[in-house]
């Protein structure tokens, strides 16, 4: 078996692995300006996508154009959301060349497409060979799994991205499947999370504080998995969020799939507490001046309705935003995040409002993906998925590990 990274190698975003120049993992973009996609155009027989966000599953459709139909597998909820997503890239970019798809090749998916539930071991047919791949819960957002290929010489395990502790969303995964090799990402090899639940506290403390000073929150979030996290935690602490973007179509979706949620009952009623925000009428204006709770998209301010709030609550320090999600390099979350100023309408502009950055991740932190791997000690470990891969895999084979950290466009012999 051999693998090619076409992308999220050493980086996050656009993550892409190839299998034997025939299937394909994940097929994802990296959110910057302009989008990046992978490092080449594959054309395989078929692609296994590991979860709906959009640096796994963004550029899918693209895979579809001319007589191109690859089989496409994937859990039912990442169906939902791949569509969700590819129709938000074609408004922000569908009449450019920054978009290498059209709605056309969205609507082929459903040509091609075939979903799988957790556990439920599937052939598929790629470059003459046979895999059985199995999907397992990976603990991430809904629907996102571990992708284990086997081709009855190599068992292969693509982690995809995962979390190892629960989230009021969803389960972590306790998947340990046997495996010869690894690819693990490491988003957050060089962190240590706060415990949930202080976290929790200490952001839900934050907000009723702001809010009885007389000042509005401002909370980016993810669509898919955030959002309806934040949901469940200020529902959980007698806080009405409005709720605004992508995130109220994910949440609709994701509740379609109960059997992929840690309580779907929670979520019922997380939702029936908020508020979500329809855009019309001058609504944003006025909820922004009205002491409340927005969580909004994009979680890395990098478009939707967030940037008709932040240019409303940006002049007054009682105001408050609360960074929620990691914040890529070269986004303008980073840069608020950094050097808190933020460019609104072409116009680079300072924030008052104070900046907060709270860690809510779904990613396994180091001590989590040091106990994930410890289960393959045996294995070879490519790591990818992080912007500190060759350090955390120097730090591995101090331990024992069989580690690296492939470049773009390596070519790795399992």
Same mark, same amino acid.
């Given at each position: 078996?051999?693998?090619?990274?076409?992308?999220? %190698?050493?980086?996050?975003?656009?993550?892409?692995?190839?299998?034997?120049?025939?299937?394909?993992?994940?097929?994802?973009?990296?959110?910057?300006?302009?989008?990046?996609?992978?490092?080449?155009?594959?054309?395989?027989?078929?692609?296994? =996508?590991?979860?709906?966000? $959009?640096?796994?599953?963004? %550029?899918?459709?693209?895979?579809?154009?001319?007589?191109?139909?690859?089989?496409?597998?994937?859990?039912?909820?990442?169906?939902?959301?791949?569509?969700?997503? %590819?129709?938000?890239?074609?408004?922000?970019?569908?009449?450019?060349?920054?978009?290498?798809?059209?709605?056309?090749?969205?609507?082929?998916?459903?040509?091609?497409?075939?979903?799988? %539930?957790?556990?439920?071991?599937?052939?598929? *047919? #790629?470059?003459?060979? *046979?895999?059985?791949?199995?999907?397992?819960?990976?603990?991430?957002?809904?629907?996102?799994?571990?992708?284990?290929?086997?081709?009855?010489?190599?068992?292969?395990?693509?982690?995809?991205?995962?979390?190892?502790?629960?989230?009021?969303?969803?389960?972590?995964?306790? +998947?340990?499947?046997?495996?010869?090799?690894?690819?693990?990402?490491?988003?957050?090899?060089?962190?240590?999370?706060?415990?949930?639940? +202080?976290?929790?506290?200490?952001?839900?403390?934050?907000?009723?504080?702001?809010?009885?000073?007389?000042?509005?929150?401002?909370?980016? #979030?993810?669509?898919?998995?955030?959002?309806?996290?934040?949901?469940?935690?200020?529902? #959980?602490?007698? $806080?009405?969020?409005? =709720?605004?973007?992508?995130?109220?179509?994910?949440?609709?979706?994701?509740?379609?799939?109960? *059997?992929?949620?840690?309580?779907?009952?929670?979520?019922?009623?997380?939702?029936?507490?908020?508020?979500?925000?329809?855009?019309?009428?001058?609504?944003?204006?006025?909820?922004?001046?009205?002491?409340?709770?927005?969580?909004?998209?994009?979680?890395?301010?990098?478009?939707?309705?967030?940037?008709?709030?932040?240019?409303?609550?940006?002049?007054?320090?009682?105001?408050?935003?609360?960074?929620?999600?990691?914040?890529?390099?070269?986004?303008?979350?980073?840069?608020?995040?950094?050097?808190?100023?933020?460019?609104?309408?072409?116009?680079?502009?300072?924030?008052? #409002?104070?900046?907060?950055?709270?860690?809510?991740?779904?990613?396994?932190?180091?001590?989590?993906?040091?106990?994930? $791997?410890?289960?393959?000690?045996?294995?070879?470990?490519?790591?990818?998925?992080?912007?500190?891969?060759?350090?955390?895999?120097?730090?591995?084979?101090?331990?024992?590990?069989?580690?690296?950290?492939?470049?773009?466009?390596?070519?790795?012999?399992?």
């Amino acid at each position: 078996m051999e693998v090619e990274f076409l992308g999220g %190698a050493r980086e996050v975003g656009r993550s892409a692995v190839l299998v034997d120049d025939a299937l394909l993992l994940d097929y994802g973009l990296l959110t910057a300006d302009p989008p990046q996609y992978p490092v080449r155009d594959p054309e395989p027989d078929a692609v296994v =996508v590991s979860h709906g966000h $959009l640096d796994h599953v963004g %550029a899918v459709p693209a895979l579809l154009k001319g007589d191109r139909r690859p089989t496409i597998h994937w859990t039912p909820p990442t169906a939902d959301l791949a569509r969700t997503l %590819a129709r938000d890239t074609l408004k922000l970019h569908g009449n450019s060349p920054l978009c290498p798809f059209s709605e056309e090749h969205v609507a082929r998916l459903g040509e091609v497409e075939e979903p799988h %539930a957790y556990g439920d071991s599937f052939v598929v *047919e #790629a470059g003459g060979t *046979e895999y059985e791949v199995t999907l397992f819960n990976a603990g991430h957002v809904p629907g996102s799994a571990h992708v284990l290929v086997d081709d009855r010489d190599t068992r292969l395990l693509y982690t995809g991205d995962f979390h190892t502790d629960d989230q009021r969303l969803v389960s972590g995964t306790i +998947a340990r499947p046997d495996a010869d090799a690894v690819i693990c990402e490491s988003t957050y090899a060089d962190v240590a999370h706060e415990e949930r639940r +202080a976290v929790e506290d200490r952001w839900a403390e934050s907000v009723k504080t702001t809010i009885w000073e007389g000042g509005t929150v401002v909370a980016p #979030a993810f669509a898919i998995g955030r959002t309806q996290e934040l949901m469940l935690v200020a529902d #959980a602490n007698d $806080l009405t969020p409005y =709720v605004d973007g992508m995130g109220v179509e994910v949440t609709r979706l994701v509740r379609r799939h109960p *059997e992929f949620l840690r309580d779907s009952e929670a979520l019922r009623r997380a939702k029936g507490a908020a508020r979500f925000v329809t855009g019309r009428d001058g609504q944003r204006e006025r909820i922004a001046g009205d002491n409340e709770l927005i969580v909004t998209t994009s979680g890395m301010l990098a478009g939707g309705p967030v940037h008709s709030y932040l240019p409303k609550i940006r002049g007054n320090p009682t105001n408050k935003v609360t960074l929620t999600g990691y914040q890529v390099e070269g986004t303008p979350g980073r840069e608020l995040q950094d050097h808190g100023r933020l460019a609104i309408n072409g116009r680079v502009r300072p924030v008052s #409002a104070r900046v907060e950055s709270y860690d809510f991740s779904a990613h396994a932190d180091r001590a989590g993906l040091e106990t994930f $791997l410890d289960a393959y000690r045996r294995a070879r470990i490519l790591l990818n998925h992080g912007d500190r891969c060759g350090p955390f895999a120097a730090d591995l084979r101090a331990d024992g590990f069989d580690a690296h950290a492939p470049d773009l466009g390596d070519r790795i012999e399992l």
